[in-house]
């Protein structure tokens, strides 16, 4: 089942993207010149709005790829800095106190 967020989600941190990621950032330019909702858009017929659990969301899947294409990183290296580094958090639109990543991503062997 695919669910867009449609809700804002708000911290009392958000204020420290500003601070931290500058308007500069190729992550922030990218995140402000592009509209990712046309993801949502190609998977929806792909997806039951009715049954089956609620899906991880595809935009920052997507992303999550696309961090892996830009520099030329693991899929386990992308996750972890998405942890740490405030401009992959940033550009996955996480909480900057967020510490969520693809429970898949969970298992490294």
Same mark, same amino acid.
């Given at each position: 089942m695919i669910v867009q967020q449609e809700s804002l989600r708000l911290s009392e941190y958000s204020s420290l993207y500003d601070l931290i990621v500058p308007n500069t950032n190729l992550l922030r330019r990218i995140n402000d010149l592009i509209d990712f909702n046309f993801i949502y858009e190609e998977l929806q017929s792909k997806y039951s709005k009715?049954?089956?659990?609620?899906?991880?969301?595809?935009?920052?899947?997507?992303?999550?790829?696309?961090?892996?294409?830009?520099?030329?990183?693991?899929?386990?290296?992308?996750? !972890?800095?998405?942890?740490?580094?405030?401009?992959?958090?940033?550009?996955? !639109?996480?909480?900057? !106190?967020?510490?969520?990543?693809?429970?898949?991503?969970n298992k490294v062997s």
């Open positions: 009715t049954q089956g659990r609620k899906a991880e969301s595809p935009i920052r899947l997507f992303k999550y790829l696309l961090l892996k294409v830009i520099y030329t990183i693991s899929d386990v290296y992308v996750v !972890e800095r998405s942890r740490y580094d405030m401009s992959f958090k940033y550009f996955l !639109e996480m909480l900057p !106190e967020e510490d969520d990543c693809p429970k898949y991503f």
